[in-house]
């Protein structure tokens, strides 16, 4: 089993920045993927970003030059920085993990999820 523990939602204002983080513990495997994904009222979950240990990511359309996802492996933590935020942005963020890394190119290929954060985006 694998525990993951997201942190840094919040509310912003429309051209503000926060960054979410995200923790796994539990039975984590040295090759894995990670990554964030977000689900807004009355929608469909949707990748965000995702990233295998290797340094592999993923980056839907929608925030490619906006937000940017990292990882520090000895930590088993992924963080997503998100700047320049839209309230289309608007919407609980999801962390996941999976222990095939080439899941971080999955739409939604994770085995395990967080109980989510949310992000609030005001214009």
């Known amino acids: 089993q694998v525990q993951l523990e997201e942190s840094g939602g919040g509310s912003v204002q429309a051209g503000g920045s926060l960054r979410l983080s995200c923790a796994a513990s539990?039975?984590?495997?040295?090759?894995?993927?990670m990554g964030w994904y977000r689900q807004a009222p009355g929608k469909q979950r949707e990748l965000v970003s995702a990233?295998?240990?290797?340094?592999?990511?993923n980056y839907a359309d929608s925030v490619k030059g906006r937000f940017s996802i990292s990882r520090d492996n000895a930590k088993n933590t992924v963080y997503l920085q998100m700047n320049s935020l839209k309230p289309e942005d608007t919407a609980v963020y999801f962390c996941?993990?999976?222990?095939?890394?080439?899941?971080?190119?999955?739409?939604?290929?994770?085995?395990?999820w967080g109980k989510g954060t949310l992000v609030t985006v005001s214009s």
């Open positions: 539990g039975s984590i495997f040295s090759i894995n993927a």
């Open positions: 990233m295998s240990n290797s340094g592999s990511t």
């Open positions: 996941g993990y999976s222990s095939d890394w080439s899941r971080y190119r999955a739409r939604d290929g994770m085995d395990y």
